[in-house]
């Protein structure tokens, strides 16, 4: 199967501060990405998309970038506050492939205040 | 807002018995997909249907599990019988499918525990 990786299983930042979870993905050929807000007891919320042909996308808050060379996606979450803690993962589509979504294992957000 | 709708949140079984989860994918949404969740790890696919054809049930423990989408509309998976192994959070999802990318929506998940 396919493979999307976290680099850090964990990330403690204090409120206020800004946060970077970053994430590798294994397949050249994938053509949108998804990061996802997992809160306890919940399902994935969505957080902010990017499309294959961009290199960078902001929302309110966060921004995501996207290094093809590299294979590797991140998440810049702004002014990170207390509700911002999650678990959050990074999905990958192959649009070719029957609209396949594949996921890391996550990254825990744990902002402090 | 439309919205995945699972059904049950919360399940507790015995090892053997019979369960089932049901979802209603969001309006027009051509693909459903039934993922599972173990606690702290991401969701691993267990089946995907276009409409009500299975296009990927590879991972789909198929000794014990189940899917399907008859209208291609709602889904219902079913585990029988049931181990203590499959402790897990079911989760459904719904996109836009027929060659369109477009967002994952997921439903809030149904939580199985197997005693």
């Known amino acids: 199967g396919e493979s999307v990786g976290l680099h850090l299983p964990t990330l403690s930042v204090q409120e206020g501060d800004n946060s970077i979870i970053n994430c590798a993905y294994s397949n050249s050929a994938s053509d949108y990405f998804i990061w996802y807000k997992q809160e306890s007891g919940k399902g994935p919320q969505f957080i902010i998309d990017i499309r294959s042909n961009m290199d960078k996308r902001q929302g309110q808050r966060v921004t995501v970038l996207l290094n093809k060379t590299v294979k590797h996606l991140s998440l810049q979450i702004a002014a990170t506050q207390p509700g911002d803690s999650a678990v959050y993962f990074c999905?990958?589509?192959?649009?070719?492939?029957?609209?396949?979504?594949?996921f890391g294992s996550g990254t825990k957000l744990n902002v402090k205040p | 807002e439309a919205e995945v709708a699972q059904s049950p949140r919360y399940k507790i079984t015995e090892k053997s018995q019979a369960v089932a989860f049901w979802c209603d994918p969001i309006s027009g949404h051509a693909t459903l997909y039934w993922y599972r969740q173990i606690l702290g790890q991401g969701p691993e696919l267990l089946v995907q249907?276009?409409?009500?054809?299975?296009?990927?049930d590879s991972q789909l423990p198929k000794d014990r599990f189940s899917a399907e989408r008859l209208k291609g509309v709602d889904s219902t998976l079913k585990i029988q019988p049931a181990e203590l192994g499959d402790s897990a959070m079911y989760l459904c999802a719904s996109s836009l499918g027929r060659g369109m990318t477009g967002e994952l929506f997921f439903g809030e998940g149904s939580r199985l525990t197997v005693l």
């Open positions: 999905a990958e589509n192959i649009l070719y492939n029957f609209n396949k979504f594949y």
């Open positions: 249907f276009q409409d009500e054809s299975v296009v990927d």
